[in-house]
């Protein structure tokens, strides 16, 4: 995870060199901003992000963000042609209709943006494996049930400090739709971006040492994929 985050925001800072506006989808307090900010000295005006929890965008307005409140299932709301740079990052699997999101960065990107994406992705060894002995896929989608996780029946997919709200109305930490690499990057090809470079990242259930050479051969299996899509 570690490392394809680091691959994320190296592309995002790249997007971002000649300046314009970037686009956050899952923007929580804007902790990207701050992250930004110290990497390459990103402007407030620079920086919009979406976010559903108000009082997370309460306390993102309250450091000065552009950060609103809004549902990435339904249409965004800036008009079209309005970012250099478009990312979500461990977003689209927790979306009930991810292929509209997509569509609609697309459509809020200008001609030559670049939409950066990271999400794990189903079709891993690890997931073959776990079908075949009867369970589920590590990376969901997962059924609405904390007592599943509790009893080790399914696999926890956040954090260890994030406890599970699968069984609530609005679940944040529940995989609901998740791609395949091959199917993603073919979705990204279908809406028109000219350019769609895929990375993987963690072949299980081989060793770590062998990982960053097997990662660059098969990144159709890997755990988890970062997506660039150029516009």
């Not at 929580?28 to 930004?36: A, I, L, P, Q, R």
């Not at 992705?121 to 007592?147: C, E, K, Q, W, Y």
């Amino acid at each position: 995870m570690r490392e394809a985050y680091s691959i994320a925001h190296d592309e995002i800072i790249c997007a971002m060199q000649n300046g314009g506006k970037c686009l956050d989808c899952g923007a929580n307090v804007g902790h990207k901003y701050d992250f930004f900010n110290n990497e390459m000295g990103l402007d407030k005006w620079q920086y919009h992000g979406i976010e559903w929890n108000a009082d997370l965008v309460e306390f993102a307005s309250e450091k000065g963000l552009n950060v609103i409140q809004g549902d990435l299932n339904k249409k965004i709301v800036y008009p079209d042609s309005t970012f250099e740079c478009v990312f979500g990052l461990s977003v689209i699997e927790h979306l009930l209709n991810p292929c509209n999101f997509l569509r609609e960065c697309y459509r809020c990107l200008k001609k030559s943006g670049v939409l950066i994406i990271l999400t794990p992705n189903i079709s891993t060894f690890f997931t073959v494996a776990l079908l075949f002995l009867g369970r589920m896929p590590s990376s969901g989608p997962h059924p609405d049930s904390n007592s599943l996780l509790k009893q080790g029946e399914i696999f926890k997919v956040s954090h260890d400090s994030m406890q599970p709200d699968t069984d609530t109305e609005t679940p944040v930490h529940r995989h609901i739709i998740v791609f395949s690499y091959r199917i993603l990057r073919s979705y990204l090809l279908m809406l028109g971006f000219k350019e769609v470079k895929g990375y993987g990242f963690g072949l299980y259930p081989f060793p770590i040492f062998m990982q960053n050479v097997l990662e660059r051969i098969d990144p159709y299996h890997c755990h988890q994929m970062v997506f660039i899509a150029k516009k």
